[in-house]
């Protein structure tokens, strides 16, 4: 599967971005989809995740970010609200079939090159 993310950039705080990421793989249903984000200087951590129908997100984003998936176009999305500074850094998409942890980035096989969100104060 190939990844590829796009829609991050310059943002202010309590601004919102929506991160899109397209994939070359048709049954794109089958996959667990997750996004990550780095920050520099600091570990690649989860941000959001999504089987089929269930979603999982870290504490620092729940109430202001959502993933959602569109399996029939191959993409999923990140909708990022409320944004704050320390929402800063690298967002990746990744995938895989059977993540054993969804919020564990070696779980997962599939990644796309990243993406990057600046929020300003």
């Known amino acids: 599967v190939q990844l590829q993310a796009s829609g991050g950039g310059l943002v202010q705080a309590g601004g919102s971005l929506r991160l899109s990421c397209a994939a070359s793989e048709r049954t794109l249903s089958r996959y667990f989809m997750g996004w990550f984000r780095q920050a520099p200087g600091k570990e690649r951590e989860s941000v959001a995740a999504?089987?089929?129908?269930?979603?999982w997100y870290a504490d620092s984003v729940k109430g202001r970010f959502t993933i959602s998936r569109d399996n029939a176009k191959n993409m999923v999305y990140l909708q990022m609200n409320t944004l704050k500074p320390e929402d800063t850094a690298v967002y990746y998409c990744?995938?895989?079939?059977?993540?054993?942890?969804?919020?564990?980035?070696?779980?997962?096989?599939?990644w796309g090159q990243g993406t990057q969100v600046t929020v300003s104060s």
């Open positions: 999504m089987s089929r129908s269930n979603t």
């Open positions: 990744a995938a895989d079939t059977h993540p054993g942890i969804w919020g564990r980035p070696e779980e997962y096989s599939y």
